[in-house]
Nanobody
Framework: QVELKESGGGSVQAGGSLRLSCAASGYTNCMGWFRQAPGKEREGVARIYTVGGSTRYADSVKGRFTISQDNAKNTVYLQMNSLKPEDTAMYYC??????????????????WGQGTQVTVSS
């Protein structure tokens, strides 16, 4: 069983930055960030293999967001720069014990955090 705890959300003006953190208890091989805005489906943002560090990003955040990890702390980060109002959403950390699934298939990730709100004002 894996438990995930996110932190770091908040409100920021467009063009600003935020860093999200996700601390995991238990073994994971893949951790990712997803987001869901009101009235929209949950969408993948970025994911990382915890062994090896291979990453993948959604096109909408490439060049602005960076996913990274601190294996000693079993923590994954999402650095978000050049934030836009359309980035406003609840951001969720997710994990999988064996492999990274496509960011378009959040239902394949069995472990989820409680979410942290990110609000970007124009």
């Amino acid at each position: 069983q894996v438990e995930l705890k996110e932190s770091g959300g908040g409100s920021v003006q467009a063009g600003g930055s935020l860093r999200l953190s996700c601390a995991a208890s238990g073994y994971t091989n893949c951790m990712g960030w997803f987001r869901q805005a009101p009235g929209k489906e949950r969408e993948g943002v970025a994911r990382i293999y915890t062994v090896g560090g291979s990453t993948r990003y959604a096109d909408s955040v490439k060049g602005r967001f960076t996913i990274s990890q601190d294996n000693a702390k079993n923590t994954v980060y999402l650095q978000m720069n050049s934030l836009k109002p359309e980035d406003t959403a609840m951001y969720y950390c997710a994990a999988e014990s064996y492999t990274c699934y496509d960011l378009r298939t959040p239902e394949k990730y069995p472990y989820w955090g409680q979410g942290t709100q990110v609000t970007v004002s124009s």
